[in-house]
């Protein structure tokens, strides 16, 4: 998806419950898995696909230092508002190949990002590259019916089956929980949705 496309896309962005985590409900739902999924503060984040910085403001009210990137000049721009103030820097950038230089984080996080990649691979080995050893990485996936008959298999998303496939060989170790509570999306949802943390 093109630069024009997330622009266009960022004025009404944070109204999906998962997106600006404007629900109280919500915002504890997702400060709660993000809490068990990293380290204890403080650690460095780069969170790739950044969108308007829900995230990295949420992880730096917790503790952490975040780098946010994101392709969207415009989400980038409502991104740093929203973090004013705290340990968080947003770059404009490709989230598969993030310009942060020689940085390593303890943590690359991304949600919702890896099925829009046009090279999905070769993302992953970036983004492990980017990890220091004994990191993590988290993320945040699913699998929609839509686009489903599009014939790739990250098309509509992606499994937690064929993502776990293409980290196995990149990390020591995964895991994969299922995000199936309402609470994280504002509603009940059908499809498959899941975090695979991974061990660098």
């Known amino acids: 998806m093109t630069t024009d496309y997330w622009d266009g896309a960022a004025a009404t962005f944070d109204?999906?419950?998962?997106?600006?985590?404007?629900?109280?409900?919500?915002?504890?739902?997702?400060?709660e898995?993000?809490?068990?999924?990293?380290?204890e503060p403080p650690?460095?984040?780069?969170?790739?696909g950044c969108g308007t910085g829900t995230l990295a403001r949420l992880l730096a009210e917790e503790g952490h230092t975040v780098t946010g990137v994101d392709l969207s000049p415009r989400m980038v721009e409502l991104a740093r508002a929203k973090v004013a103030g705290l340990p968080v820097e947003v770059l404009a950038g490709d989230a598969a190949d993030p310009p942060v230089g020689e940085a390593r984080?303890?943590?690359l996080l991304c949600r919702h990002v890896v099925w829009a990649m046009p090279d999905p691979h070769a993302a992953l080995r970036r983004w492990r590259d980017l990890v220091r050893p004994g990191g993590r990485l988290v993320l945040v996936e699913g699998r929609w019916g839509t686009g489903?008959?599009?014939?790739?298999?990250?098309?509509?998303?992606?499994?937690?089956?064929?993502l776990s496939l293409a980290l196995r060989d990149l990390v020591t170790g995964l895991r994969v929980e299922p995000l199936t509570d309402p609470r994280l999306?504002?509603?009940?949802?059908?499809?498959?949705?899941?975090?695979?943390i991974a061990t660098r």
């Open 15 to 31: 109204q999906e419950a998962d997106h600006g985590l404007l629900d109280p409900e919500v915002r504890a739902a997702w400060r």
């Open 43 to 48: 650690s460095r984040v780069l969170d790739v």
């Open 105 to 107: 984080f303890d943590v």
């Open 185 to 196: 999306w504002g509603k009940h949802i059908d499809d498959e949705r899941y975090a695979l």
């Open 148 to 162: 489903s008959a599009e014939g790739t298999p990250w098309s509509g998303g992606v499994t937690a089956a064929t």
């Open 33 to 39: 898995r993000l809490i068990s999924w990293l380290p």
